[in-house]
C-alpha cells in the first residue's frame, strides 16, 4: 500500500495520546500547497455577523466574496430576513485602479435609503487592503448622514486565519454595545454569545433560560438584533459558547462595563445540564433560579435518556472520527458521543491553540490521534488506521467519508436538525444512529465484502480485499 | 416571505450588486482545471478563496474537490508572493504527486502584480518542478469578467502550455465542452462515437466529478484530458467550441497557434443546437450521421409533440451563464414557451448580440447581463408581472416560495438537488430530460393546487 507522506513541518501538529509528551504545534499558517481545510479572515467575520438580521451586511470587493458567503450557513430569524439577501459592491477593474470609495459610498447609501437596517456592517475584503480604500473614513461619513451606526468590518482575508476575522467581527460587535440605554433589565439577566441559530438552537436555548426566570438581553449573534446588541451592556453575565469567535467581546464587556462571562457548551446532556447550573450559581440571590434549573434538567434528561439508550445499545463501541473547526466543540462532541457508547479515535480542529489540544488530550483515550489543520490525505489515512464508523465534520469532510464508506455527520454549516440542548442530543443521536446503522454501508466495498463478490467474479481481485482506503497515484 | 425586503419598483442602481447572477473568476479556472488528468488545482492567494471554491465545487458535485493554495499573509501582501508559490509548488509534487499543478491567480496576486511564469520559470531552475511534470497557468483576477471567463481562461491555458502542431493532421476532432456538467461531456463523447469520430475532449471532468464509491479516497479521479492528448489536440481536423464565453477563447488560440480549424458552436441544449452540432460534426469529419442518432432525435420530436398544450404560452424567468442561456432560450421558444427575463452577471458583447434573435418572436421579453443584472432584478420583474417557471441555479429557491413559482434547478451552484453530475442537459436525450423536467414542474402545480373539483387523474 502507498504510504501517505506527512511534511516534517507537519509532524508536529499531529500526536498520539500516550506517545510521549510531545507538545503540540499550533496556531500556524497553513503551510503554502497544502490541502488545507480553512478559510479566511473575511470567513470568520461573515459567519459571525451575518446572523444579525435586520443590519445591512455589504461585502466590499469583487463579487465572488458575497457570492459564496450567501446565506450559506442557514442562520434562522424569527423576525427580519435582511440577511438573506447578498449585497456586494462587485468591485470591477475601474476600481481597482481609481479606488472604490465612491462606489462603497454610493452602494451604503443607495442600501440604507431602500432598507432602513438599524446598523450596516461593510466588510473589507482583500482587494481592499491593497487598494487602500478609506473605508473607516467612508463609514463614518455615511453613519453621520443617515444616521445609524455603520461599522467597518477589517477583515481583509490575508491578514491572518479566521480567528482574525473572530476579532474583528467581535471589535465591530463592541463599537454597537453600550449605544443605548439599558434601563428597565432584570437583575437577572444574560446575553447568549456564540450560538449562531444555525437550526434553531437559540431558540430553545433561549427558553431553558427563560423557564429558569433569567431575562435574555441579547442573542449574539444567531437570530441577533442590533438594538438588543446595543443594550446588551445592561445584562449581568455573558454565556459564551464557541469559544473561539466570541471570547474577545466577553472580555472587552467584562474590563468595559464589568461583565463577568462563562464559557459553556449546549451540547450534549452533561454539558448542557451544566450551562444551565452555571447560570444558576451565578444568581445565588435568587435561590429559586437553581430549583427551577435542577426541575428543567431533571424533566428534559427522564424524558432522554430511554430512547437514548436504545441508540446507545445499538451504537456501542462503534469508533468516531472528530475534525471539525474549533476545537471546543470538539471536547463536547467526545463527551456526546461518549454518553452514545462510542469512542473517540481520532479529533481534529482547524483552529485549536495549545490549552485546547491538552485537554483534547486529557479528555481522550489512549491511541486517539490529536491532529490540527488536518488535510485530506492525511484524514483518511488516519480514519483508515482507526477503522472508525462515522466521521463528523464539515461541508469538504462529508465526500470524503462517503467516498470510504463511513458514516457521516454534519456539525457544522449543513446541519438541518438543532443539535443544541436536550432534545438536541436525541436529533443527535438519532442522526448519528440512522447514518452509522444505515444498510447501505453492506454495499460499500470498505465493508461489504458479501455484496461485492457477485460483479467481481472472474476478475483479478475478486476475493481479495479490494478495500484500500487510501490510494494517491505515483 | 424570505425575500420580503425585495421591493417591486425597479429603480436603476448604479453601484450595488444584490443577490449575484454570477460569482469570481477563480472558481471557474479550478473547475476547469480538475478536468486536465492528475491536475492539482492550485489558488494563488489567500486561503479562503481556495476554501470558497472547494465548498462550492463540493456542494454542487457531491464529490471531494481537491486544490491547494498559497495561503497569502500579510508579509506575501507587501512582498508579492513569489516565496509562497515556490514553497508550494515543491510541497505540491512533494505530497500530492500530481501530473499538472494549475496555478489561477486571485485578485490579490493580481493586483501585487506576481509574475506567474516568472515564478514557475525560477521554480524549474531550482529542481522543484520533476521531470516530466507541468506547472501550468491562467490569470483570473476576480474584479474581470465571471466564474466564466475564469473557466475560458484556464482552458486557453490548456491549449497555450500543451497544444502543439507536427504538421501531420490526425483524423480526430477536438471537442471544447464548455463549463457543463460531467454527465453532459460524457453524453457529448458518446454522441461523438456513436457518429464514428474519434475526439479530444478538454477539459473533461467526468470519471473525476463523477467518481464512483471505491472505498478508496482518492487524490485524482480515472477521468480527465491527458497531456498526451491537449499535445495531439493542435493535429486534429477542427476544433468544436461550445458556447462563446467559455470555449471560444481557447478554440482561437488553437486556430492562430496549430491552424486547427476552428467551428464555434452553441452548448447543444436543445434540439436545434443539438442539430447543429450533429451537422457539424457530420459535415467537418466526412461522416454521415447513423440511424441511431435519427431515432433518437426522433424520440425527442416525439415527446415534444405529445405535450405541445403543455408548453404553449408558458412565461419562463430564466438566470446563469450566457452559454447555457442562449440555446436554452431558444428550445423554451421551439417548443412554444415564453422566455420573458433573462439575466447574466456575465459581461461580453456576445450575449447582447444573440438574444434578440433568439427572443425576437417574444416581443415582451427583457434581458439584462452586467454588474447590476441579478437575481434581485429578476425578482422585482416577476413581482411586477409573474412568471409560470423559474429556471436557475439554487438561488432561485427564495423567489421560487415566495413567489410560488416552481423551480427548474439549471446552470451552476445546485446546491440542493442530486442528478446533475448524472443525467445530462445536452444532446436529444438531455432535451428529453429537460422536457421531462418543464413538465413535471408544471404538472406537480397543477395536482396540488387544483380544487378538488377539477382534480383530475390522467393529464
Given at each position: 500500500m502507498p504510504e501517505v507522506r506527512i511534511l516534517k513541518e507537519r509532524e508536529r501538529q499531529i500526536l498520539r495520546k500516550g506517545s510521549g509528551d510531545q507538545d503540540m504545534a499550533c496556531e500556524q499558517k497553513s503551510l503554502a500547497g497544502s490541502v488545507s481545510q480553512r478559510a479566511c479572515v473575511f470567513c470568520g467575520s461573515r459567519v459571525v455577523l451575518y446572523p444579525i438580521a435586520d443590519a445591512l451586511h455589504l461585502v466590499h470587493g469583487p463579487v465572488g466574496c458575497a457570492a459564496y458567503t450567501w446565506d450559506i450557513r442557514g442562520s434562522l430569524s424569527s423576525g427580519a430576513q435582511l440577511h438573506r439577501l447578498s449585497f456586494s459592491t462587485d468591485i470591477q477593474e475601474k476600481e481597482v485602479i481609481f479606488g472604490g470609495g465612491e462606489k462603497l459610498y454610493a452602494a451604503l447609501s443607495e442600501l440604507i435609503d431602500a432598507y432602513h437596517p438599524k446598523a450596516a456592517f461593510v466588510y473589507s475584503t482583500c482587494i481592499v487592503g491593497l487598494i487602500g480604500d478609506d473605508v473607516n473614513a467612508i463609514c463614518k461619513r455615511v453613519a453621520r448622514e443617515k444616521e445609524i451606526p455603520v461599522l467597518p468590518v477589517h477583515s481583509e482575508?490575508?491578514?491572518?486565519?479566521?480567528?482574525?476575522?473572530?476579532?474583528?467581527?467581535?471589535?465591530a460587535?463592541?463599537?454597537?454595545?453600550?449605544?443605548?440605554?439599558?434601563?428597565?433589565?432584570?437583575?437577572?439577566?444574560?446575553?447568549i454569545l456564540g450560538d449562531f441559530n444555525l437550526a434553531g438552537e437559540i431558540w430553545m436555548i433561549r427558553k431553558y433560560y427563560e423557564d429558569m426566570g433569567i431575562q435574555v438581553v441579547a442573542t449574539v449573534t444567531g437570530d441577533g438584533r442590533v438594538d438588543d446588541i446595543c443594550k446588551s451592556h445592561g445584562a449581568r453575565l455573558n454565556v459564551v459558547q464557541c469559544s473561539g469567535s466570541m471570547t474577545k467581546l466577553a472580555e472587552h464587556m467584562k474590563q468595559r462595563y464589568g461583565i463577568p462571562y462563562i464559557k459553556v457548551s449546549y451540547f450534549g446532556v452533561e454539558d448542557m445540564a451544566d450551562a444551565l447550573y452555571k447560570v444558576a450559581e451565578h444568581f445565588p440571590e435568587n435561590p429559586k433560579i437553581l430549583t427551577r434549573a435542577k426541575d428543567i434538567v431533571r424533566q428534559e434528561v427522564q424524558a432522554l435518556m430511554p430512547e437514548l439508550k436504545r441508540y446507545a445499545q445499538a451504537l456501542q463501541g462503534k469508533k468516531a472520527a472528530i475534525y471539525v473547526g474549533g476545537s471546543f466543540k470538539a471536547f463536547s462532541l467526545v463527551r456526546a458521543?461518549?454518553?452514545?457508547?462510542?469512542?473517540?479515535?481520532?479529533?481534529?480542529?482547524?483552529?485549536?491553540?495549545?490549552?485546547?489540544?491538552?485537554?483534547?488530550?486529557?479528555?481522550?483515550?489512549?491511541?486517539?490521534?490529536?491532529?490540527?489543520?488536518?488535510?485530506?490525505?492525511?484524514l483518511s489515512k488516519f480514519v483508515k488506521e482507526k477503522d472508525v464508523d462515522l466521521l463528523i465534520g464539515g461541508v469538504k469532510e462529508r465526500p470524503i467519508a462517503y467516498k470510504l464508506?463511513?458514516?457521516?455527520?454534519?456539525?457544522?454549516?449543513?446541519?438541518?436538525?438543532?443539535?443544541?440542548?436536550?432534545?438536541?442530543?436525541?436529533?443527535?443521536?438519532?442522526?448519528?444512529?440512522?447514518?452509522?446503522?444505515?444498510?447501505?454501508?453492506?454495499?460499500?466495498?470498505?465493508?461489504?465484502?458479501?455484496?461485492?463478490?457477485?460483479?467481481?467474479?472472474?476478475?483479478?481481485?475478486?476475493?481479495?480485499?479490494?478495500?484500500?482506503?487510501?490510494?494517491?497515484h505515483s | 416571505m424570505l425575500l420580503r425586503h425585495t421591493p417591486k419598483e425597479v429603480k436603476e442602481r448604479e453601484a450595488l450588486t444584490i443577490n449575484p447572477a454570477k460569482t469570481c473568476q477563480p472558481i471557474g479556472a479550478m473547475y476547469a482545471a480538475l478536468g486536465i488528468h492528475n491536475c492539482l488545482p492550485h489558488s494563488h492567494g489567500s486561503q479562503g478563496c481556495c476554501s470558497y471554491h472547494r465548498s462550492m465545487l463540493t456542494r454542487h458535485y457531491k464529490e471531494p474537490v481537491m486544490a491547494t493554495t498559497s495561503s497569502f499573509t500579510e508579509g506575501s501582501a507587501v512582498f508579492g508572493g513569489q516565496a509562497n508559490l515556490l514553497a508550494a509548488v515543491e510541497n505540491i509534487f512533494a505530497l500530492y504527486k500530481p501530473d499538472v499543478i494549475a496555478v489561477h491567480t486571485t485578485c490579490l496576486s493580481e493586483t501585487i502584480g506576481?509574475?506567474?511564469?516568472?515564478?514557475?520559470?525560477?521554480?524549474?531552475?531550482?529542481?522543484?518542478?520533476?521531470?516530466?511534470?507541468?506547472?501550468?497557468?491562467?490569470?483570473?483576477?476576480?474584479?474581470?469578467?465571471?466564474?466564466?471567463?475564469?473557466?475560458?481562461?484556464?482552458?486557453?491555458g490548456m491549449v497555450k502550455y500543451f497544444s502543439v502542431r507536427t504538421g501531420v493532421k490526425d483524423n480526430q476532432v477536438n471537442i471544447i465542452p464548455g463549463w457543463v456538467e460531467p454527465s453532459d461531456m460524457r453524453e457529448i463523447k458518446r454522441l461523438t462515437a456513436e457518429m464514428g469520430v474519434k475526439s479530444i475532449m478538454f477539459p473533461d471532468t467526468s470519471e473525476i466529478m463523477d467518481s464512483p464509491q471505491t472505498g478508496k479516497f482518492e487524490m485524482y479521479g480515472k477521468g480527465g484530458v491527458t497531456i498526451d492528448e491537449l499535445r495531439a489536440s493542435g493535429d486534429s481536423i477542427a476544433t468544436l467550441a461550445m458556447g462563446h464565453e467559455a470555449s471560444v477563447p481557447a478554440g482561437e488560440l488553437l486556430d492562430s497557434k496549430c491552424k486547427v480549424k476552428l467551428y464555434e458552436l452553441d452548448v447543444p441544449i436543445g434540439l436545434k443546437a443539438t442539430d447543429r452540432f450533429i451537422k457539424t460534426l457530420s459535415d467537418v469529419m466526412n461522416v454521415p450521421v447513423p440511424e441511431s442518432i435519427e431515432r433518437e432525435r426522433?424520440?425527442?420530436?416525439?415527446?415534444?409533440?405529445?405535450?405541445?398544450?403543455?408548453?404553449?404560452?408558458?412565461?419562463?424567468?430564466?438566470?446563469?451563464?450566457?452559454d447555457q442561456l442562449i440555446p436554452m432560450c431558444e428550445f423554451l421558444v421551439d417548443i412554444g414557451m415564453r422566455p420573458v427575463y433573462v439575466v447574466t452577471g456575465t459581461p461580453g458583447k456576445y450575449f447582447a448580440a444573440r438574444m434578440p434573435e433568439v427572443l425576437k418572436d417574444i416581443p415582451e421579453a427583457k434581458f439584462r447581463q452586467g454588474p447590476q443584472a441579478d437575481m434581485f432584478l429578476v425578482h422585482q420583474w416577476i413581482k411586477n408581472e409573474p412568471v409560470d417557471l423559474l429556471i436557475g441555479n439554487t438561488w432561485g429557491k427564495y423567489i421560487a416560495r415566495d413567489e410560488n413559482v416552481p423551480l427548474i434547478r439549471f446552470g451552476f451552484p445546485i446546491m440542493d438537488r442530486v442528478g446533475h453530475s448524472y443525467f445530462p442537459n445536452v444532446g436529444y436525450t438531455g432535451a428529453i430530460r429537460l422536457i421531462e423536467k418543464l413538465l413535471n414542474a408544471i404538472?406537480?402545480?397543477?395536482?396540488?393546487?387544483?380544487?378538488?373539483?377539477?382534480f383530475e387523474l390522467m393529464f
Open positions: 482575508g490575508f491578514k491572518g486565519t479566521k480567528k482574525d476575522g473572530y476579532q474583528a467581527a467581535c471589535d460587535l463592541a463599537r454597537l454595545v453600550g449605544t443605548r440605554s439599558p434601563e428597565g433589565i432584570s437583575p437577572f439577566s444574560i446575553n458521543l461518549r454518553l452514545l457508547g462510542m469512542k473517540t479515535v481520532l479529533a481534529g480542529s482547524q483552529t485549536g491553540n495549545k490549552s485546547d489540544y491538552e485537554q483534547l488530550k486529557e479528555l481522550c483515550d489512549e491511541g486517539t490521534i490529536i491532529i490540527d489543520d488536518a488535510n485530506p490525505l492525511e464508506g463511513l458514516g457521516f455527520c454534519d456539525h457544522n454549516h449543513e446541519r438541518k436538525e438543532a443539535l443544541a440542548g436536550f432534545t438536541g442530543m436525541l436529533n443527535f443521536a438519532r442522526e448519528v444512529y440512522s447514518s452509522v446503522m444505515s444498510p447501505v454501508w453492506r454495499f460499500a466495498p470498505r465493508r461489504g465484502g458479501e455484496y461485492r463478490s457477485s460483479l467481481s467474479i472472474g476478475r483479478e481481485d475478486h476475493g481479495q480485499r479490494i478495500s484500500e482506503p487510501f490510494c494517491c | 506576481d509574475d506567474i511564469p516568472q515564478i514557475v520559470s525560477k521554480a524549474v531552475e531550482e529542481g522543484k518542478v520533476p521531470p516530466g511534470k507541468f506547472v501550468i497557468h491562467a490569470n483570473t483576477p476576480s474584479y474581470i469578467g465571471s466564474h466564466v471567463t475564469g473557466f475560458a481562461n484556464m482552458v486557453k426522433g424520440r425527442l420530436v416525439d415527446i415534444l409533440t405529445d405535450n405541445e398544450q403543455y408548453f404553449y404560452n408558458k412565461r419562463v424567468a430564466l438566470y446563469g451563464d450566457p404538472l406537480d402545480k397543477r395536482d396540488r393546487e387544483a380544487p378538488e373539483e377539477k
